[in-house]
């Protein structure tokens, strides 16, 4: 299975959401069928997750392995660059929050937290 892991960030914020278990969370979409790369998986997940309005994407070339519903699964992470800060959530979410790195790696819920910040501090210079 493949998975896109999407890091969103407004100027110097990065969003945190909490899902419906109450962990903090960033958006997750599954690479569809029907999508010809993964940019359209982040675009519409994205979108129907935040109603925000992304500038750019950026490919961090970062693969996890985890677990998924109990399956092996690659995330690949990227990061999206949006316009805009006003979130509007769907329904798979109950909360959201723009915080600074060192926030965002606190709180965030990953298997491996310490291997993402290391393969993102490249990534996050601000």
Do not use: G
């Not at 962990?23 to 359209?40: H, P």
């Not at 994407?57 to 392995?65: F, G, W």
């Amino acid at each position: 299975m493949e998975r896109v892991f999407t890091i969103i960030i407004n100027d110097k914020n990065l969003l945190l959401l909490k899902d419906l278990n109450n962990k903090w969370t960033s958006v997750d979409a599954e690479f569809l069928n029907t999508d010809s790369n993964y940019t359209e998986s982040i675009i519409r997940e994205v979108i129907n997750s935040t109603c925000l309005n992304i500038k750019s994407i950026e490919n961090t070339r970062c693969l996890v392995q985890k677990y998924y519903l109990d399956k092996p699964c690659n995330y690949h992470i990227y990061i999206a660059y949006v316009t805009n800060n006003d979130v509007i959530l769907n329904d798979n979410y109950i909360d959201y929050k723009w915080v600074d790195k060192e926030e965002f790696f606190n709180d965030i819920n990953f298997d491996d937290v310490e291997y993402l910040k290391t393969k993102l501090e490249n990534y996050l210079i601000f």
